[in-house]
């Protein structure tokens, strides 16, 4: 059963989870696509509380996110999908449909039309507000060549958060 929540009341478990990852789920018609993410940044600016996701132009993903203008974080807050976002962070949904091959289970948003992760705990529900491709010019060279030495930089998607849940066990 999910729960609507603040944005903020597990806002610190979201942190700590996201470098272990998280699962960014965007749906485009009938096309449903995730992928494992890392990076990113919860805050709270022109007066509504965002999430900042980083897509590069590459990833399958990004083609999404530019037309659905809208996507999910779906957190594993207990340890749990571990495979489940290694495999989502090697493979690409141009090639696989991830939901089945994983036997993920989307279930509908509630404040977007781009799926959430049943079996994951906590998800937030975006809506892009605003989006900045990377200038490399700004960017200092260590991060270049460390981070970028293909030069596949992101997009940085400013997605307002729209909807927070927070999944409960039934009682049995």
């Known amino acids: 059963m999910l729960e609507k929540v603040d944005y903020n009341t597990h806002a610190m478990e979201a942190l700590q989870q996201l470098p272990k990852g998280a699962f960014m789920n965007v749906k485009v018609g009938d096309e449903l696509n995730t992928m494992t993410i890392g990076w990113g940044n919860l805050g709270f600016i ?6 900042t996701a980083l897509v590069r132009y590459s990833r399958h993903t990004y083609q999404l996110v530019e037309k659905a203008d809208e996507f999910t974080i779906s957190f594993p807050l207990k340890g ?6 290694g495999y989502c962070g090697s493979k690409s949904g141009r090639d696989v ?3 089945e091959e994983l036997s993920l289970t989307a279930i ?3 404040d977007v039309n781009s799926p959430m992760i049943d079996e994951c705990d906590l998800h937030y529900e975006c809506k892009v507000v605003f989006k900045q491709p990377m200038d490399p010019e700004n960017l200092q060279n260590a991060i270049k060549g460390d981070c970028y030495p293909e030069d596949n930089y992101h997009v940085i998607y400013y997605g307002e958060i729209v909807g927070t849940y927070i999944k409960h066990e039934e009682p049995s």
Do not use: A, T
Request: net charge positive.
């Open 80 to 85: 749990q999908l571990k495979k489940e976002l």
């Open 97 to 99: 449909n991830k939901f």
């Open 46 to 51: 022109w007066g509504k509380p965002i999430f």
């Open 108 to 110: 509908e948003g509630k």
